[in-house]
């Protein structure tokens, strides 16, 4: 025994003088091989840099200087934060991907090839900007509402959103690895921000527990991965898989699935789903908006990357398993939104098959060309169409849920439309984005995403795209009941309870305080915000359809 | 068995090694001593004292803090000690980058310390 042991050390140990003995020196040889310091462009890290300056920046001078701050400071620093992150991302959106066919450089690594800055990195940066902006919108005035003024809630925002840029533009399965702990570290605290709601505390308690389990996945993935390939640099990995073949490639398949395990928690597809109710419905409003819609970005902007880019040599080996998430995540959030009766958790199972529907471009598998093949930019588009939706939809709920953050039931929203006419109007508006009605961006994002799939034109794709269709409309009964619930009911707005008929033509009582709901001047600015981008590239989507086919991958 | 996985044939022989040695002595102990317990023998050693209490008993949140910014600041060891190492080597790049990376976690002891989690009440 002893004998076999030390032949096996023994072959693995490399003979004194071996050409490898000098790099794996311990730190104390003096021959070190020297150091290559990476070049740093600090001016393509920017926008991730605004934001995590300026949280910190935030959190130390709201911790150093005495006395209050006016309220709504901290919002508008948030704002201001992400328009500037937003403006020099659209700066270096001209310079790298050009703004019109003129002349641009081209998209490039950086940081010695651990970051791509390309249009598909900088496309994601633009959609968590937004999410940031209207994020702090929604919590400028639900802060002060549940008492839980301070800045930690926009430093936590900030600070995730730096993450969540990261993880899209990562070009190293290590960073990818860092972006995601940092977007979800401080997703984990606003998730539980609400201290007096129990609910909320479970909530971020179950969102922990779980994320941390992914993590742990995904890492694992990262590890097998390199294992096979020989390195976690996206560029090196897809240099490897186009230059050998594998005789067995047992060891990548099993990486490629604890990647998709890893990532397919964060951005909620079906066996990995179950967190998402609990946590949409626990978290304060505001953050579920923002979780919504950053974190589905951030998670899906690294899949996609990372699947359609150097792992696409293994494409016929991941499309089955993407079908059937695919196939999954649509169905069973449709269908099982259409039991709910709490308008978050009916949004939480919506935005589950959302992810089903931004998956069906990673199927298509490809990444370049018109957005009617490829399913890069039809993810893309999708992702940035949902931000908008997700976050008007939860400042609706924001509102509606009232103090204590409780009122989320289709009750509270029955007679909305004849107490909030232009609110329950928003909403509809939003709803019906989501569903996927016509002259809407989610319409468009839909079509887009289908027939990429459609448009490969296997037997398999076309069930794809029926399911997706199916899926569609299961969902439209769910979204028309909300709005079914804001334009039916009492029109008295000031009695204590209204008489609301159910099925069988009985009235019964719902007791819940029919008191107008204030609605704060910055919720009507996100909500106006997030109707007039859904309906503006709805009605005309050439724009932003082209912003998404330039958002390609650099490797 | 591809090479991937034999280099981690070590390990396992290692690991097997190591469990055999550990069951082989206890085992061995086991069936070698002589066994005459005691209410006194059977208690738990805490270093001479009579231990007293109940061995689930509830410590204090505040040390909850103080275990998190310990954590913070060894964390931070954990990422010196490497550029300690090479800090020649690293150079100017390197120290402004590091004093940036202490300045942020510094940030965090002050600001646990204007929320007043110093303090011990």
């Known amino acids: ?555 | 068995m591809s090479g991937f996985l034999r280099s981690y044939l070590t390990v396992v022989i290692f690991a097997g090694v190591a469990g055999a040695l550990v069951a082989g002595i206890l085992g061995l102990s086991r069936l070698l001593q002589p066994r005459h317990p005691t209410r006194e023998k059977l208690i738990n050693y805490e270093s001479g004292v009579d231990p007293y209490g109940d061995g689930w008993s509830q410590s204090q949140i505040r040390y909850y803090v103080f275990a998190l910014l310990f954590v913070m600041f060894d964390v931070e060891a954990v990422f010196i000690f490497p550029w300690a190492a090479r800090v020649d080597a690293l150079g100017t790049f390197g120290l402004i980058e590091m004093v940036v990376f202490v300045v942020i976690l510094a940030l965090g002891l002050v600001y646990a310390w204007r929320k007043g989690v110093l303090r011990w009440v």
């Open chain 1, 1 to 555: 025994m002893t004998a076999v042991l030390l032949a096996v050390i023994g072959a693995q140990v490399p003979a004194p003088g071996a050409p490898n003995a000098g790099n794996s020196g311990a730190g104390l040889t003096p021959d070190l091989a020297p150091l290559h310091l990476p070049n740093v462009e600090y001016h393509l890290l920017l926008p991730f840099l605004i934001l995590m300056g300026s949280a910190l920046l935030l959190l130390a001078a709201s911790s150093l200087i005495r006395g209050k701050f006016g309220r709504g400071l901290y919002a508008g620093w948030t704002v201001v934060t992400g328009l500037a992150s937003l403006g020099w991302t659209w700066h270096l959106w001209g310079q790298i991907v050009g703004h019109s066919t003129g002349t641009h450089a081209a998209p490039r690594a950086a940081v010695a090839g651990s970051l791509a800055i390309d249009g598909f990195g900088l496309f994601i940066t633009i959609t968590i900007c937004s999410a940031v902006i209207l994020g702090a919108l929604l919590a400028e005035s639900y802060l002060p509402r549940e008492d839980l003024e301070g800045p930690e809630f926009y430093v936590l925002m900030m600070l995730s959103a730096a993450g969540g840029i990261l993880m899209g533009e990562a070009n190293d399965l290590i960073v990818v690895f860092l972006g995601l702990e940092i977007l979800s570290l401080a997703l984990y605290v606003m998730t539980a921000y609400h201290r007096r709601r129990a609910q909320s505390g479970e909530a971020g308690m179950k969102y922990f527990v779980l994320g941390a389990f992914s993590s742990a996945f995904f890492l694992y993935g990262v590890a097998l991965v390199y294992g096979a390939c020989g390195s976690t640099n996206l560029a090196a990995i897809a240099d490897f898989l186009s230059k050998n073949v594998l005789a067995s490639n047992g060891v990548l398949l099993a990486g490629m699935a604890f990647l998709l395990v890893g990532l397919g928690f964060k951005v909620a597809l079906v066996p990995f789903h179950v967190w998402t109710p609990d946590v949409y419905q626990g978290a304060p409003s505001p953050a579920t908006g923002f979780m919504a819609a950053a974190a589905k970005t951030a998670g899906f902007a690294a899949l996609l990357r990372i699947f359609l880019g150097p792992l696409v040599a293994q494409v016929e080996s991941w499309r089955p398993l993407i079908w059937v998430l695919a196939a999954l995540t649509l169905l069973v959030g449709a269908v099982l939104a259409v039991v709910q009766t709490d308008v978050k958790r009916i949004l939480a199972y919506s935005s589950v098959s959302h992810a089903g529907y931004v998956l069906l471009g990673l199927e298509a598998g490809t990444a370049t060309g018109a957005i009617s093949s490829n399913g890069l930019a039809g993810s893309s588009f999708y992702l940035l169409a949902y931000t908008f939706m997700v976050l008007g939809a939860f400042a609706v709920v924001t509102v509606v849920g009232g103090e204590g953050d409780g009122r989320h039931g289709l009750n509270s929203y029955r007679g909305l439309a004849s107490r909030r006419p232009a609110l329950a109007l928003g909403f509809t508006i939003l709803l019906v984005s989501q569903a996927g009605i016509p002259f809407t961006t989610g319409f468009v994002a839909k079509f887009n995403v289908i027939s990429e799939v459609i448009g490969r034109g296997g037997a398999f794709d076309y069930v794809l795209g029926v399911l997706a269709m199916l899926a569609a409309a299961i969902s439209a009964y769910f979204y028309l009941r909300i709005i079914l619930a804001m334009y039916s009911g009492g029109a008295d707005g000031s009695s204590g309870a209204a008489e609301v008929s159910s099925g069988g033509g009985a009235t019964t009582l719902v007791a819940t305080t029919r008191a107008l709901v204030a609605v704060p001047t910055t919720l009507t600015v996100a909500v106006v915000g997030c109707v007039a981008f859904t309906v503006a590239f709805g009605i005309i989507p050439g724009p932003m359809i082209h912003l998404a086919e330039k958002a390609t991958l650099l490797f």
